[in-house]
């Protein structure tokens, strides 16, 4: 079967996509992450998923960024959701949607995703929205199962893979408040 893995990032793709072709499939990157921000941050997970893409020769689909598309339809009135509420299941709902968009238009017979592989994302809820989308070719891979988290970190070690510190937006970026003291004045 010839299947579109959307790519969020290149560590978590490395174990996706060997695994997948562990069970015969052929495998095609989607990178398509309009939720990362700032852009250099774009720029730095893209080339990682380059790197992954040539050192296991797997092809590579990468749409260009569409950050106020994504802010628009995603993350509008969500802002201050907290990580894993609703601004995370509207953010997975818009890159399974141009995953299965990018499906049809490329011919492949399935799509998956590598957020699968994380334990920091609702494995069902990814899961039920790529069926809600198209019942008959998402594929349902928890790729975390049988140590897969632990076989990307090895993997992305060995191919030495830029591992980013956060899920992506700008939203997830929060920093704990400022506990410096405050400056004294002097009168």
Same mark, same amino acid.
Request: with cysteine; hydrophobic share 35%; charged share 25%.
């Given at each position: 079967?010839?299947?579109?893995?959307?790519?969020?990032?290149?560590?978590?793709?490395?174990?996706?996509?060997?695994? #997948?072709?562990?069970?015969?499939?052929?495998?095609?990157?989607?990178?398509?992450?309009?939720? #990362?921000?700032?852009?250099?941050?774009?720029?730095?997970?893209?080339?990682?998923?380059?790197? #992954?893409?040539?050192?296991?020769?797997?092809?590579?689909?990468?749409?260009?960024?569409?950050?106020?598309?994504?802010?628009?339809?995603?993350?509008?009135?969500?802002?201050?959701?907290?990580?894993?509420?609703?601004?995370?299941?509207?953010?997975?709902?818009?890159?399974?949607?141009?995953?299965?968009?990018?499906?049809?238009?490329?011919?492949?017979?399935?799509?998956?995703?590598?957020?699968?592989?994380?334990?920091?994302?609702?494995?069902?809820?990814?899961?039920?929205?790529?069926?809600?989308?198209?019942?008959?070719?998402?594929?349902?891979?928890?790729?975390?199962?049988?140590?897969?988290?632990?076989?990307?970190?090895?993997?992305?070690?060995?191919?030495?893979?830029?591992?980013?510190?956060?899920?992506?937006?700008?939203?997830?970026?929060?920093?704990?408040?400022?506990?410096?003291?405050?400056?004294?004045?002097?009168?």
């Amino acid at each position: 079967m010839n299947v579109l893995l959307h790519t969020c990032c290149a560590p978590c793709a490395s174990h996706c996509l060997v695994a #997948l072709r562990e069970l015969g499939h052929d495998v095609t990157l989607f990178f398509s992450n309009d939720n #990362l921000a700032p852009a250099d941050e774009f720029a730095r997970r893209l080339d990682a998923v380059r790197l #992954l893409s040539e050192r296991l020769g797997a092809p590579l689909q990468a749409p260009p960024a569409e950050h106020d598309r994504w802010l628009r339809e995603a993350a509008c009135g969500l802002e201050a959701a907290p990580e894993r509420g609703a601004r995370c299941g509207r953010c997975f709902r818009y890159s399974l949607c141009r995953t299965r968009d990018a499906m049809l238009r490329g011919g492949f017979d399935a799509f998956t995703t590598s957020l699968s592989v994380s334990p920091h994302k609702q494995t069902q809820t990814l899961f039920a929205l790529g069926r809600e989308l198209d019942p008959g070719r998402f594929l349902a891979l928890d790729f975390k199962k049988q140590d897969g988290f632990a076989r990307s970190l090895r993997l992305s070690a060995e191919l030495g893979l830029y591992r980013q510190t956060y899920c992506g937006c700008e939203f997830s970026l929060r920093r704990p408040p400022d506990r410096t003291p405050p400056v004294q004045q002097q009168v």
